[in-house]
């Protein structure tokens, strides 16, 4: 009991601190928190929100393995009935800017 409290209170004060830093971090950066924090049970909308807002906004800075990485963590998230506010997927910024620069598909 004790052991999982303190691990929820861990868990919280990093998606706040990686909320908070999330527009200065690096490509690998964020896809691989996102994967950590995914994997750890993370279900904060905002944070998956805001890693897809990032990847969306600078696309290009994106390699094809961090682009992966991300896109995994946000769809397990969604599996797990994390939704952006109004119900939608927290991944939707980063899926329509996949949509519009289908060439950065073709090795997926």
Not at 13 to 22: I, K, R
Not at 60 to 70: A, D, Q, R
């Amino acid at each position: 009991e004790v052991e999982q409290q303190l691990a929820a209170r861990l868990l919280e004060a990093l998606e706040v601190a990686a909320l908070q830093q999330v527009g200065t971090m690096g490509s690998a950066e964020v896809s691989g928190l996102a994967a950590s924090l995914s994997r750890a049970g993370s279900r904060s909308a905002p944070l998956f929100r805001a890693f897809s807002d990032a990847a969306a906004a600078d696309m290009p800075k994106f390699g094809h393995f961090e682009l992966s990485s991300l896109c995994r963590a946000l769809a397990r998230v969604h599996a797990d009935g994390v939704r952006a506010e109004g119900g939608g997927a927290c991944g939707a910024s980063l899926v329509s800017a996949l949509a519009a620069s289908w060439w950065r598909l073709r090795p997926f």
